[in-house]
């Protein structure tokens, strides 16, 4: 809990203006307004004032700038952002002027335009249709080719296994079966992602369920020789980077299992941060850690996007959301 504390007042102090997408929302109206009046960050609300009004009536619309896709002198501005991104993709003048409308493309265009620094929705659409706007217009940062997402998993107490309280966990909700590479970009910027948000010096373990060669799935997925490309790959992008494996998490997290099955490693035994080889390992991953061992998940967040863009889950309540604007202000220093 004092971490989220910490990253709201640090959002404070950077006064950053996010793009809410989903005006028609009560809940993303209800945020908005917590937000504004905590001074968290700047909002621009997507929707209208009556619309505000009507879904969450009698919160206190002071400071939120409202903007509407369907009469904002922007759109037509944004239309040709739109066209250009994707005119070799085929779309035409004629589409770009209709989807600029879309609440979510035009969060996005605002995104890309730089009018403003992050863009947070998916309170009442799908993940798909959350990311896909910052998928085809804002793309990936330099050096990454992969969106992906991490949870930062908070401990209830700090403990022998994980003594900074706080770890992070990827992919758990976008790439299903990643390769080599994506494996590699998630392992980059989830140390990014360590860094700015969870605040930590990040130790990166590349998760298996075989450590340094121990075991192998060559007749099934061969995912051992995956993980191996994954950690050459990430070190190559990341040289600086505290980072190896294939390791088990016991190798990864208990210092007497570590020295043991990878003697001399840099991060056997001490790691925080755990690429996991795919979405199942990862989604499954971090609901043990969840309910069996009481450990907060805040996320997913999502990183590798050019500019910080986060995706909420339909399940969201007016604290997930100010909680995500802050995690997106964080993103955009
Ligand atoms: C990320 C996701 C939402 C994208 O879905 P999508 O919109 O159907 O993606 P598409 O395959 O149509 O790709 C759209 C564009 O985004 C790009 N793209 C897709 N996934 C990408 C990724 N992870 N990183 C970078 N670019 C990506 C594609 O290359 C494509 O670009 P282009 O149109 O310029 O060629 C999809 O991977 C997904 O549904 N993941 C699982 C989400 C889920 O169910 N999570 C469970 C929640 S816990």
Redesign the pocket.
């Known amino acids: 809990m004092a971490l989220l504390d910490e990253i709201k007042a640090k959002a404070a102090t950077l006064k950053k203006t996010i793009v809410l997408c989903e005006g028609e929302d009560k809940r993303v109206v209800e945020a908005a307004a917590q937000i504004t009046r905590e001074g968290i960050a700047k909002i621009v609300l997507i929707g209208n004032e009556e619309e505000a009004k009507r879904v969450a009536p009698g919160v206190d619309l002071t400071g939120i700038t409202l903007i509407d896709p369907l009469t904002s002198e922007k759109t037509a501005e944004y239309a040709k952002i739109l066209y250009e991104a994707?005119k070799a993709?085929g779309m035409t003048e004629e589409q770009a002027a209709q989807q600029a409308k879309d609440r979510t493309m035009f969060g996005a265009l605002m995104l890309k335009a730089g009018d403003v620094d992050g863009y947070v929705s998916g309170a009442c659409h799908?993940?798909?249709?959350?990311?896909?706007p910052g998928?085809?217009v804002v793309?990936?940062a330099p050096g990454i080719?992969?969106?992906?997402s991490c949870f930062i998993m908070i401990a209830p107490v700090p403990n022998k296994y994980n003594p900074d309280g706080v770890a992070v966990f990827a992919d758990?909700?976008?790439?299903?079966e990643p390769d080599a590479q994506?494996l590699a970009?998630i392992a980059v910027s989830s140390a990014k992602t360590a860094k700015a948000i969870a605040g930590i010096e990040p130790r990166v373990a590349m998760l298996s369920f075989s450590t340094k060669g121990s075991g192998n799935d060559d007749k099934f997925f061969k995912s051992v020789p995956k993980m191996q490309e994954a950690t050459a790959l990430a070190k190559e992008m990341a040289p600086d980077l505290a980072l190896d494996g294939e390791f088990q998490f016991d190798a990864a997290v208990a210092p007497e299992v570590g020295e043991l099955k990878a003697p001399g490693s840099a991060v056997a035994g001490h790691a925080n941060v755990f690429v996991f080889p795919n979405?199942n390992a990862g989604?499954i991953g971090y609901k043990i850690a969840q309910r069996f061992g009481g450990y907060m998940a805040i996320g997913?967040v999502c990183q590798?996007f050019a500019k910080p863009l986060n995706d909420l889950?339909r399940g969201c309540n007016v604290d997930d959301i100010v909680a995500t604007v802050a995690v997106t202000a964080l993103q955009a220093e």
């Open positions: 994707r993709k799908s993940t798909a249709n959350t990311l896909r998928l085809q793309k990936t080719k992969t969106v992906s758990c909700a976008i790439n299903i994506q970009d979405i989604n997913p590798g889950s």
